[in-house]
């Protein structure tokens, strides 16, 4: 079996748990990251690219004879690294940049689902202020207000009166999150718990993996400001998403990559459906074009597939339902973040446990936020600093391990949720 070389663009939890399934390949040979972080450059070997630059990573993976090229996050997909490493004949995990934009623009995504006739919520988008003003007074309620654009998981204001909304449009208009804001969605407001359904595909094949549910405010009993997640759960159980939910979920997926391939664009690489179980069945909330962070932490330790090779496939056109199977585990990751995450943070705390922590029965930490300094020791580098993964035969059994080997780690302002999963238990 031929070993093939490979660089994983990204540095955080979900890139550190891409790494590790992609080291258990038998394919895998020499492992590179950029720029990676204190966990996973104990693994790999840091490839001196910016990860944003199409030009670069596809040079430097043909001059390292690199096999492989994974693109852990939504920025360089969008930037159009996954189009310039195949153009250079490299196989590539991550969909081109015309297919990024289901992530990219909310507003193309929205136009995708509407011809896909995906459930979703209702929507306008504008590009002026007075108009976007003027639709938030006409809706006199609750609703949810999005910068079209990357805006690293902050731009999206769920606003439950109209004063809310208001100063939610002014934040995308005034520049708050950039040029992403520049573009306003506008949406109803969706009602139910959340469920994350990610799907490997080539561009025709749509493969499903586990339903995952993530913890997105900052505190205990959901409360608190949006975050990039503060902990997950896979799978979801059956009295959350039904065998009927879930086969909804599925066709949305299909129906999302078959319309594309009518448009002409092949979706190649991670699908991400984001969706609401409202009374009507779940609606689409958004779509992501990459793995989910922090629920590839809980997905991958439960699937068993050859990673190395599910993804050659997804790049060749020839991925099969059958290289990816599921173990009947239950997996609890929780996030142990710097205080004052989401808002502003100190880094270079030093961290300590973490040995500890995996010498525990079914126990993995991901590393996010973390940089590892010359005398060996680990600092926080971070908001999410590390991901505390408890793998486990039954649901309490898992979220039991996780917090205890959450105990055994430490830093300077650690915080963490220390009821995720439990509503679902």
């Known amino acids: 079996m031929k070993k093939i070389d490979i660089l994983l663009l990204g540095a955080g939890g979900r890139e550190h748990a891409l790494l590790m399934k992609l080291a258990e390949s038998p394919r895998a040979g020499k492992l590179y990251v950029a720029p990676g972080n204190g966990g996973m450059l104990q693994v790999a070997e840091a490839a001196p690219v910016s990860q944003d630059s199409p030009a670069e990573v596809a040079a430097w993976a043909k001059d390292n004879g690199i096999g492989l090229v994974v693109v852990g996050p939504e920025a360089p997909l969008v930037e159009g690294v996954a189009d310039a490493v195949r153009a250079a004949g490299i196989a590539c995990f991550g969909p081109n940049a015309d297919a990024a934009q289901m992530e990219g623009s909310k507003e193309f995504a929205k136009k995708v689902m509407a011809r896909a006739n995906v459930p979703t919520a209702t929507y306008r988008s504008f590009t002026d202020r007075t108009a976007a003003e003027a639709y938030v007074r006409e809706l006199a309620g609750p609703c949810v207000v999005k910068a079209d654009g990357l805006a690293a998981g902050k731009g999206v204001i769920v606003a439950q009166t109209t004063e809310e909304a208001l100063a939610g449009v002014a934040q995308c208009f005034d520049g708050a999150f950039g040029a992403a804001g520049q573009t306003v969605v506008i949406e109803e407001m969706l009602e139910g718990p959340e469920c994350s359904l990610l799907a490997l595909t080539d561009g025709t094949t749509v493969v499903p993996l586990a339903t995952s549910q993530d ?25 959350l998403v039904s065998a009927e939910d879930l086969d909804t979920m599925v066709d949305v997926m299909r129906r999302v990559v078959a319309q594309l391939k009518a448009d002409g664009i092949t979706y190649s690489g991670c699908l991400y459906g984001g969706f609401m179980l409202t009374k009507d069945g779940p609606k689409v909330l958004e779509f992501n074009a990459r ?26 056109g020839n991925l099969a339902e059958d290289m990816v199977s599921w173990d009947d585990d239950w997996a609890v990751s929780v996030v142990l973040a710097s205080a004052g995450y989401p808002g502003a943070y100190e880094g270079g705390k030093r961290i300590t446990g973490i040995a500890q922590a995996e010498q525990q029965p079914g126990i993995t930490v991901y590393h996010a936020g973390t940089k590892l300094v010359e005398d060996g020791d680990l600092l926080t580098a971070g908001g999410r600093v590390l991901d505390v993964t408890a793998v486990a035969p039954s649901f309490a059994e898992a979220r039991e391990r996780a917090y205890a080997a959450c105990e055994l780690i430490d830093f300077d302002g650690k915080q963490f949720r220390t009821d995720i999963g439990a509503r679902a238990l």
């Open 215 to 239: 913890h997105k405010r900052a505190y205990d009993g959901d409360k608190g400001p949006n975050t990039g997640g503060m902990g997950v759960y896979s799978p979801v159980p059956a009295q």
């Open 291 to 316: 793995f989910g962070d922090p629920e590839t932490q809980v997905v991958l330790p439960r699937m068993h597939a050859d990673l190395v090779e599910v993804f050659l496939a997804c790049d060749a």
